[in-house]
Structures are given as C-alpha cells and as structure tokens.
C-alpha cells in the first residue's frame, strides 16, 4: 500500500489544473480582490509538479534498486495511465472550447504544456517497468527500447502500459496432468 502512497502526486497532477480553475470561478475567489490570486495558484501548480516529480523519481530508483518486481512497477504504471484518463479527456474538451475563440489561445497552449509535463511524470514510471521487465528477462533489449519511448507518446503510453502489465504477469504452474 505504500507503494500507491507515492504515487498518488503522480495520479493526480492532472487533475489539480481542474481543480484550480474550479476554484477560480468558486464564489471565494471571484470575490477576492487579492490582484495575486492567479499567481499564488500558479505558484501551487509549481510546487505539486516538483512534488510529483520527486515522487515519480523515487518510484523509479525503488523499482530500479530490486525493491520491486517488473510485474509490480508495471501494475503501478498502468494504474497511474488509466486513473489521469478522465483528466486527459477534460483537459482536452477544455482545450478544445478554449479554441473557439482567439483571446483564450493561451489557455490551449498552457494545457498543451500541463498535459506534456503529466505524461512526462508518468513516463518516468513507465521507463522503470521497462527496465524491469528487460532485466527479468520479459521482454528483449529492443522492446524495451521501445516501449520506452512509447511511455512519452499520447496515448500509446496507455497501451504499452497494460501490455507490458499483461506481459510481466506471473505464469501460473500447472500440476502435471496424467497421461
């Protein structure tokens, strides 16, 4: 259970962005007269980044350091991916709106980089299940390579995900069968 501890900055940095601009538009904030209100929530989007960083990398020196399996690092890494999709589909419908019109471009862009900086988290992640699988001998030395890579491709990140999770699973012995 502690491994999900540390990786819950990770999961739900994606969905702070949301959170903020709930809070912006909440009756507290728009009755502010504080003209620093904008900056102290981008201040705390820095701050979270840092903070998911430094989680996203001790995950990665645990799971390169033998403290967990290839199968562990991977089922983490497909939970991070699949729990940050909903966020990814609302950021991007956001993004989207924010298209319509040309005063809120910088909005689009800043989405752009905010999602750019959330698959990199979780890429961090997935590179550690790679490595693992490569060095359980799961997958060869060429796959991981690519596999790797995918960890920082929108959407393919998801699905190398759940395969290298499937693919580091534990095969069950079966009792051998009388002939």
């Known amino acids: 259970m ?9 999961i739900l940095f994606p969905y702070w962005i949301l959170i903020a601009m709930l809070c912006l538009r909440s009756d507290v904030c728009l009755k502010s007269n504080d003209p620093y209100l904008l900056l102290y929530f981008i201040a ?8 998911s960083f430094v989680c996203s990398v001790s995950i990665t020196a645990k799971s390169i350091a033998k403290k ?5 690092t991977a089922r983490l890494n497909m939970i991070i991916k699949l729990s940050q999709i909903p966020a990814y589909i609302a950021i991007f419908v956001l993004g989207a709106i924010f298209l319509i019109t040309i005063f809120t471009f910088a ?5 752009i980089v905010y999602d750019a900086i959330s698959i990199f988290l979780s890429g961090i992640i997935g590179v550690a299940a790679s490595l693992r699988a490569k060095d359980e001998k799961l997958v060869s030395g060429q796959s991981f390579i690519l596999y790797g890579i995918a960890q920082f491709i929108y959407c393919a990140d998801v699905f190398v ?8 699973k534990p095969k069950k012995f079966s009792p051998q069968q009388p002939i």
């Open 2 to 10: 502690k491994k999900f501890f540390w990786a819950l900055p990770v």
């Open 44 to 51: 705390a989007l820095a701050i979270l980044a840092v903070v």
């Open 68 to 72: 967990w399996n290839a199968h562990e």
């Open 107 to 111: 909005f689009t862009f800043f989405f």
């Open 161 to 168: 995900a759940i395969f290298l999770f499937v693919k580091t």
